[in-house]
């Protein structure tokens, strides 16, 4: 017997290099009950979405799924990281303000609170006969499970199950669900997301989360070794690779960030002030983005190199006058952040 929950969207949607939210939002566009007819606030034009076709014509069903996705990568304070490397916390970990990562494992309770959602988290420790029992309890109350394979940053989302051959259906990263005879062998971590909260986490309380991580003495001590190996590497292979890694995941998120504050955190408020300061924190980093994008040229990086540094680079960074552009450059990137940091901080004021 096969059973499957159907209609779930697959991930990513639009810009989503982190499988992690990509699939708790591919859930929770389900367990809220998004369609394409649900309406959709534009933060461009701070209306409802008329379909003008300024953005082209994305279905309504991707933009909340990039809406949920944008929300919880800012809330937890994922959009604020700088450093594309995985920590190697287990993803329960209590959640510390002080620390980087790509993947956010140890955000999963907070993003979890955040959508209003209890969960169950389960490992290999259990039999797989019990977890595959536990899986088709979930698919029959039309719960998806989010689920984690191997190492690294591989989370898919479980849609269904075959009786006969006791296996469960996985969507994956960039992939429809299909049976999978891996899944636990490769597993990790299993989380049944179950019932909703009574009440979920207040903005007060999200905006506190976001200052907290744009003021960590991390990110202070990275700013000044971005400058420090400006003036001092030799190695512009080895430099350029370096920035390009800090770069391209600045890039991706601050804009998140950004589309965040003005799709959503913007009509969670409604003192005029507070929306003001949120909707300059927006312009700010689409700024970030868009100096960003100065640096990436600086570094040879773009589309065409599939966002690679060039072979050229230690060419390119034989140059005196192209490292002082990149560290003034870096400097207003730093000082973005601070500015975002105190506009909100005068929303949180003014809640």
């Excluded at 369609?35 to 409802?48: A, E, I």
């Excluded at 050229?312 to 940091?341: G, Y």
Aim: glycine share 4%.
């Amino acid at each position: 017997m096969t059973k499957k929950i159907e209609n779930l969207v697959s991930f990513p949607v639009n810009a989503q290099r982190n499988s992690f939210f990509g699939a708790l939002s591919s859930i929770l566009l389900y367990r809220n009950a998004y369609t394409q007819d649900s309406p959709f606030f534009c933060g461009k034009y701070q209306r409802d979405c008329i379909r003008c076709g300024d953005c082209g014509e994305e279905p309504f069903i991707n933009k909340h799924h990039l809406k949920i996705y944008q929300y919880l990568i800012t809330i937890t304070g994922c959009a604020y990281f700088w450093i594309d490397k995985e920590i190697g916390n287990t993803y329960d970990k209590q959640y510390i303000a002080d620390e980087f990562s790509e993947t956010a494992l140890d955000r999963l309770s907070l993003a979890l609170y955040a959508s209003g959602y209890h969960y169950e988290s389960w490992n290999k420790n259990t039999e797989e006969h019990v977890l595959f029992d536990r899986i088709k309890q979930s698919v029959e109350e039309k719960q998806p499970v989010l689920i984690k394979l191997s190492l690294g940053d591989l989370w898919g989302v479980i849609t269904g199950y075959n009786d006969d051959k006791n296996l469960p259906y996985l969507m994956k990263f960039r992939h429809v669900p299909q049976l999978n005879k891996d899944w636990y062998n490769k597993l990790s971590n299993i989380v049944f997301i179950t019932d909703q909260y009574d009440s979920t986490i207040s903005l007060s309380e999200s905006l506190n989360h976001m200052i907290h991580h744009l003021n960590t003495s991390s990110r202070d001590k990275l700013e000044q070794k971005v400058y420090q190996k400006l003036e001092t590497e030799q190695d512009g292979k080895k430099l350029g690779k370096w920035l390009n890694r800090i770069n391209g995941l600045a890039i991706e998120t601050r804009w998140h960030a950004s589309e965040c504050y003005r799709n959503t955190l913007v009509t969670m408020v409604d003192d005029s002030r507070c929306k003001k300061s949120l909707l300059e924190a927006s312009d700010l980093h689409l700024h970030f983005h868009d100096q960003a994008w100065k640096i990436w040229a600086l570094l040879g990086v773009s589309p065409q190199t599939f966002y690679c540094v060039p072979h050229n680079v230690d060419e390119l960074l034989d140059n005196s006058s192209t490292r002082a552009e990149l560290k003034s450059l870096f400097q207003e990137l730093f000082t973005i952040d601070r500015q975002v940091s105190r506009l909100l901080q005068e929303c949180v004021s003014l809640l």
